[in-house]
């Protein structure tokens, strides 16, 4: 409502002081600049039936609730959820359906979302359909019967796919479904999706939002009060809470969000400029190279590429020994660390989609994906070329 007057430059200064100043803004009672971290697992009560606010800390902790509250208002919504992980926040939004409920995935949907979907949530009735959300026509389609909810996710996960999330919010809103959209790549700083008409945003927080490969957390903001009510009762009946400290932890990586990703982006356009022009890589998805595919809808829905970027290592190198000689980069799962990662999602991230399905959405097995870090870019081009140097076929 506020922020429909509000310029580009204005947004982004509001968003920066947020980013160090909203939600609860440090300790009233005592001056302390930093949140503290209530380590209590309950409150003394006034008498019966009268407290401070808080009554047990699976319920409400003020750590997590000045998270809470922040994540809430970087998002611009109505209210904000954390947990122990990504997955937590997925599957406690997934409780919002019932038995006899559809939903419709992206094709490239986070790994973690559809062995959830396919091994637990399907047990009890909920039924997904996969459906390839870049294209408008087939999630349209999909609309026959009865959908609950679209999930998606923009760019996803590892080709950079880039999904129309105006688009998709309108159709699903037109059906009656919900449109919840995992921001992780992203961050509140790059794309708001409840700004462009998503219900439900996601963070796996354990990624850019924390920053600092030290945490496990996830976060679910939303615009709607309703939502957010039985969000709120699914939190505390299942509990699967964020603890204070790690509350903390992405307290404190929130404050250099902004900082890091335009570093990280700074970074993620030199490396993926060496990559394309490289010999070794026969293909490169980034949403900030001009001709990659979904690049004008990208534009208009975030500010930013992000710092992901894959690619596909050509047949003339080998791709174990690409792994086992990068130096600075770590090899490993994950991503939106201040440190450069590296990946294999066919055996990785996306070993829990099975092979066929795999190949058809475009899982090369020779698919690399790299997560761009705050380093100084021209060491990770330098660990880059050293790789592609050894393991290239004589
Ligand atoms: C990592 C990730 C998740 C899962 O989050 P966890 O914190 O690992 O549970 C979900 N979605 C995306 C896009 C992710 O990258």
Same mark, same amino acid.
């Given at each position: 409502?506020?922020?429909?007057?509000?310029?580009?430059?204005?947004?982004?200064?509001?968003?920066?002081?947020?980013?160090?100043?909203?939600?609860?803004?440090?300790?009233?009672?005592?001056?302390?600049?930093?949140?503290?971290?209530?380590?209590?697992?309950?409150?003394?009560?006034?008498?019966?039936?009268?407290?401070?606010?808080?009554?047990?800390?699976?319920?409400?902790?003020?750590?997590?609730?000045?998270?809470?509250?922040?994540?809430?208002?970087?998002?611009?919504?109505?209210?904000?959820?954390?947990?122990?992980?990504?997955?937590?926040?997925?599957?406690?939004?997934?409780?919002?359906?019932?038995?006899?409920?559809?939903?419709?995935?992206?094709?490239?949907?986070?790994?973690?979302?559809?062995?959830?979907?396919?091994?637990?949530?399907?047990?009890?009735?909920?039924?997904?359909?996969?459906?390839?959300?870049?294209?408008?026509?087939?999630?349209?389609?999909?609309?026959?019967?009865?959908?609950?909810?679209?999930?998606?996710?923009?760019?996803?996960?590892?080709?950079?796919?880039?999904?129309?999330?105006?688009?998709?919010?309108?159709?699903?809103?037109?059906?009656?479904?919900?449109?919840?959209?995992?921001?992780?790549?992203?961050?509140?700083?790059?794309?708001?999706?409840?700004?462009?008409?998503?219900?439900?945003?996601?963070?796996?927080?354990?990624?850019?939002?924390?920053?600092?490969? !030290?945490?496990?957390?996830?976060?679910?903001?939303?615009?709607?009060?309703?939502?957010?009510?039985?969000?709120?009762?699914?939190?505390?009946?299942?509990?699967?809470?964020?603890?204070?400290?790690?509350?903390?932890?992405?307290?404190?990586?929130?404050?250099?969000?902004?900082?890091?990703?335009?570093?990280?982006?700074?970074?993620?356009?030199?490396?993926?400029?060496?990559?394309?022009?490289?010999?070794?890589?026969?293909?490169?998805?980034?949403?900030?190279?001009?001709?990659?595919?979904?690049?004008?809808?990208?534009?208009? /829905?975030?500010?930013?590429?992000?710092?992901?970027?894959?690619?596909?290592?050509? /047949?003339?190198?080998?791709?174990?020994?690409?792994?086992?000689?990068?130096?600075?980069?770590?090899?490993?799962?994950?991503?939106?660390?201040?440190?450069?990662?590296?990946?294999?999602?066919?055996?990785?991230?996306?070993?829990?989609?099975?092979?066929?399905?795999?190949?058809?959405?475009?899982? !090369? !097995?020779?698919?690399?994906?790299?997560?761009?870090?705050?380093?100084?870019?021209?060491?990770?081009?330098?660990?880059?070329?050293?790789?592609?140097?050894?393991?290239?076929?004589?």
């Amino acid at each position: 409502m506020e922020n429909e007057m509000i310029t580009e430059p204005d947004l982004q200064r509001i968003f920066n002081t947020l980013l160090i100043h909203g939600g609860i803004d440090g300790d009233e009672k005592t001056g302390a600049v930093s949140v503290p971290v209530y380590l209590t697992s309950t409150y003394r009560q006034i008498e019966l039936g009268q407290h401070k606010g808080y009554e047990y800390s699976r319920t409400g902790n003020p750590t997590r609730e000045a998270l809470e509250v922040l994540i809430k208002e970087l998002e611009r919504g109505a209210a904000g959820f954390a947990f122990a992980s990504g997955m937590a926040a997925i599957t406690a939004v997934l409780l919002l359906f019932k038995s006899g409920d559809r939903v419709i995935i992206s094709n490239n949907v986070y790994g973690g979302t559809y062995r959830v979907l396919d091994k637990v949530f399907k047990r009890f009735g909920l039924e997904y359909e996969i459906a390839d959300t870049s294209n408008i026509q087939e999630v349209e389609s999909k609309f026959n019967g009865e959908i609950a909810a679209v999930i998606v996710e923009s760019p996803a996960n590892p080709l950079l796919t880039i999904t129309d999330i105006r688009k998709i919010s309108q159709i699903a809103k037109k059906n009656g479904a919900l449109t919840i959209v995992d921001n992780t790549f992203m961050t509140p700083y790059l794309q708001r999706p409840l700004e462009l008409g998503a219900d439900i945003v996601i963070h796996s927080a354990t990624k850019y939002i924390g920053g600092h490969s !030290d945490v496990i957390a996830g976060l679910v903001v939303t615009g709607d009060t309703e939502i957010a009510n039985r969000l709120q009762f699914l939190q505390n009946a299942t509990g699967g809470v964020l603890p204070p400290f790690d509350s903390w932890l992405l307290l404190r990586g929130l404050k250099t969000l902004s900082v890091r990703m335009d570093r990280h982006i700074e970074n993620a356009v030199y490396v993926a400029e060496f990559l394309k022009e490289h010999d070794g890589v026969t293909r490169i998805f980034f949403p900030g190279i001009e001709d990659s595919i979904g690049y004008n809808i990208h534009k208009k /829905q975030a500010k930013g590429p992000g710092a992901m970027i894959s690619f596909i290592l050509s /047949q003339e190198y080998d791709i174990r020994i690409f792994f086992q000689n990068v130096k600075l980069i770590s090899l490993g799962e994950s991503l939106g660390g201040v440190e450069s990662l590296v990946s294999h999602p066919a055996s990785m991230t996306h070993a829990s989609i099975p092979p066929e399905i795999r190949r058809k959405v475009g899982i !090369d !097995d020779n698919l690399i994906r790299l997560s761009v870090g705050i380093e100084d870019k021209e060491a990770i081009v330098d660990d880059l070329k050293y790789a592609f140097s050894k393991a290239r076929k004589k």
